[in-house]
């Protein structure tokens, strides 16, 4: 009988980091199972390519760094960080593409500074920033929904899909792929239209394809409702970047219906749900406190809507969230909250 | 009975595990064949003993005296033998040994000569006081407070409200649960006393709501006494940390004890049940503080439940009263699984604070996995009953920032363990606060120690400064003297004897002179040397030159 | 012409100057800020030991040259809490202690072997702090508390009795320590970032 001498607590409830990994990988399953619907094998083909990478990438650094491989990978970050550039990812990415988002991704955004916990970046969308800055076409270039394609042609087979991701595994020629641009993309570069117009003449979002969009997005949400369900995070931050994003959307919108997209667009176009919960919640770069999360989700929805109505890029939840990973600590410092006992947050 | 209650921050629900010793009534444990009884069971001064080796004591006899204004007495837990004043493993999480009185026991239980009071409502406040304070009683609860202390508020606040805590909101533990059953009425006249010391006029007994059992005993004396109006019984929601002193306050009145205060600050004193009922023993039945209500639970014991133990009683005996499973033994806690202390020697002696002994197996209380790295998920800032930010704290702990740490209230940190507990990283955030807080106490301990070696330092510099400065003076006086005697033998020979005598005087006043004053100017001034300034004044005596 | 056009715009901004020397002037003295000079400061993180094994005649000298640029690595028993409080006050990089003064060891006692003490005061006239009692010819002792470990007896003493004895931690200074990756037990073996520092990934 060997007593230890340890310090209490004694007890602790089950479940660890890569508990909290799982959960997160389980809840984006709805969306990917859209995604897969609507858009073919791409994604899907797209999330194992990229967790393959990011595990090896994961492994080298911790050998490297002379750490126990085993364990580290068992927190399950890498594979979640691989998931949301899966997903994020243009369908047909061609494999370099993921390569080079992921391995940026985990070695650069993350263990170069520290591995996790201590990166002030979010991962995934650093390396997504990167590659959109890098190639434009590549990343604007979405596989036409099914519900379009399946008028014109059949939906692309697995093995199609793949010889488009990985080009050198087939000795064929390629079949042609209809691409086309986002919803959010064709309705910024619609130039002088009027919404209504754009919006009769645009086959992409006939109400077939625009449902597409809306399904993969109400899959996120649906995810997200569920890690909420399960207390993985708190509803603070995605609701206050989607109530942000609302709300100027709305103001906006209500103005003016012909030049400004509607905030159904905003909340269900784009990558907007998916950035509401499974980017904004990364605990590691967001705001610590509740108040401070509300402020950190908050100031994404803003400069989102900033960035997409008036900025370069179509969608912008990658630039949003990065600069707010910029502002996180500050706001850290002005959210303390009033501990037992204290007037105010700060002792000084 | 009372109408709002408050809620504090945060909080868990760990599994409560009660049940296991609620089953049996409160036994009396077997009196062991020998006690050993630490100097120290409460905050503040060690006791000093009273006794020698080898002296008899008798059941309740005062064995160590209290050893300034706040330390406790300790009293002989039953009659016997003192056969060493020695060290002894303590119950502390250190592990490090104690001076403790050990005694051989007789088996007579031979009481000393107790003196009853049940007419107490007579008494002085001072005199009610005095009894408290020689019956050794300290705080039952947990941090062992002396009692009559706590109990004599410092003039300048006035106590409106008692507070007494029934809360028990750690998981395992069901000693007061079980006093509060069986023990209403020592309890409630405990309380009387108390209530009669203090003049409050609000008295709340704060009960988790799963104790019906307890509450309904305290609520049939109540009634019966018709004392419900002046002490309420109040039942709040099962939450931990509810039982903590600071968040029980919160819960009740809505008051916040200040950070850095004491609840008397916002007029509250906060008592647990168990030293009321002390209180009542030791004021209308004249006894001491000698026993108190142990739980003794957890799956490596056979026959858990509450006993009543003397202090002093080897954990271990206690633990084979209760037919202990040794093969299943892994972890042994003295205290609950969320603050207890975890005992490396089963030797080591019940005391006053001691609640509960928990002896648990290895899937009761599993060892946590190894750390890993933080996530800043956050979790900790929610449940933390003190409303701080865990994570914060920790970084700051990790990388010794700790006057960063300070700036976060390191400080309002109750270690209640909320935050390991829903740590999904396996964190010891806990241990990583303790270690800050003691390195803290530790730095400024150490910078108050240089600044008194700086002191002294200086002090010696002066001194040999000084000396240094006085031996200058000799010499340049005794140059001079040599100089003047020279003069006087060449240049005047046919010079009666009688002037060179008076200069040879002269020479040895102003020497005198000179020393006084420079020892006057090194008084007022210790870094002063420039002593052949001073004037030295002319003074008639006749005291022969020194030198 | 041009001289009169100029002369109010010279007059107007030598009056603000002069308004505005006045009250920066008056504020100056005004809102004048006590701070310690830097010496003082130094002197108040340094342990004060006055062991001199820094190479200076006590801890205040040091202090001085340390002001006047001197390396603030010098003081073992300072050790490393010492040298990062010294880089915060600077604004230095922090620098490993200098092992050429010695290391940074455990807080030590002197303790005299009275029945060895021949009383020669050897001992009294060394120790800085003036933390050693007795006579000539008597025996002498150190008084625990006020030692500040500084090793300056033991070099003097002719018969070597004096011993530096560590100080023993107590139940009032015990603290717990900062919890190490490989708490529980060696199987579950893991290097976190806990790794000894400076060891940087």
Known sequence: MALLRITSPHLTRSGNTGHVMFLVVL???????????YFGWGNLINVVWATLIALTCEALVMLLRKRPVGFYLGDGSAVVTALLLGLALPPLAPWWLTLVAVSFAIIAAKHLYGGLGQNPFN???????????????????????????????????????????????????????????????????????????????????????????????????LGGAYLIYRKVFTWHAPVAMLGALLAMSLIFWSYDPSSFASPQMHLLGGATMLGAFFIVTDPVTSATSVRGRIYFGAGIGILIYLIRTWGKYPDAVAFAVLLMNFAAPLIDNYTQPRTYGHQSGRSS | MSDKLWDFHGGIHPPENKTQST????????????????LQQHIGQPAEPLVEIGDKVLKGQMICAANGYVSVA???????????????????PSGLPDLCVIMDTDGREQWAERSPTPDYRDLERTELLDIIANAGIAGLGGAGFPAAVKLNPSQEV??????????ECEPYITADDMLMQERAAEIIQGIEIVIQLLGVKRCLIGIEANKPQAIAALEKYLLEHQLQQQIELVTIPVKYPSGGEKQLIRILTGREVPSGGIPADIGILCHNPGTCAAIYRAVVLGEPLISRIVTLTGAALASPGNL???FGTPVSELLAHCQLQEDKLDRLLMGGPMMGVALEDPSLPIVKTTNCIVASTRDELPQSGPEQACIRCGMCAEVCPATLLPQQLYWYAKSKEFDKALEHNLLDCIECGACSYVCPSNIPLVQYYRYAKGEIRAQEHEHTRSEHSRQRFEARKARQDQEAAEKEARRTQRAEAAATKKRSQSGATTDDA????AAVIQAALERAQAKKAGQQATAQDPGARDLKTTKPQPKQTEEPAGE | MVAMSILPAILILLGLALVFGVILGFSAVRFKVDEDPIVEQIDDILPQTQCGQCGFPGCRPYAQSIANGEAINKCPPGGETTIHALADLLGKEFIPLDAEHGEEKAKTVAVIREQECIGCTKCIQACPVDAILGAAKLMHTVIADECTGCDLCVEPCPVDCIDMIPVQVGLSEWHWDKPSPTRLDRSALIATDATPEGQVA
């Open chain 2, 158 to 167: 006035s106590i409106d409200i008692l507070v007494i805590n029934g809360a």
């Open chain 2, 23 to 38: 089953q049996v009534p409160i036994t009396t444990a077997p009196l062991p064949a020998r006690l050993v009884i630490p």
């Open chain 2, 74 to 92: 300790v009293h002989a837990p039953t009659s016997g033998t003192v056969v060493a004043i020695t060290e002894h493993t303590v119950p502390h």
């Open chain 1, 27 to 37: 809840a984006t399953l709805p969306g990917l199972t859209m995604l897969t619907y």
């Open chain 2, 308 to 310: 009543e133990v003397l």
């Open chain 2, 498 to 501: 009688a002037a060179t005598k």
């Open chain 1, 123 to 221: 991962p995934a969308m650093v390396g997504y920033a990167l590659v959109l800055i890098s190639f434009p076409i590549e990343m604007t270039s979405w596989l036409a929904p099914k519900a379009l394609v399946t008028d014109i042609q059949p939906v692309m087979s697995f093995s199609e899909t793949l010889y488009h991701i990985f080009p050198f595994l087939s000795a064929e020629p390629l079949v042609d792929a209809i691409t086309m641009a986002t919803p959010l993309d064709a309705f910024k570069h619609k130039g002088a239209l009027m919404a209504e117009e754009f919006w009769s003449q645009e086959p992409i979002l006939s109400p077939r394809s625009w449902a597409a969009w809306q399904f993969v997005s109400l899959g996120y949400l």
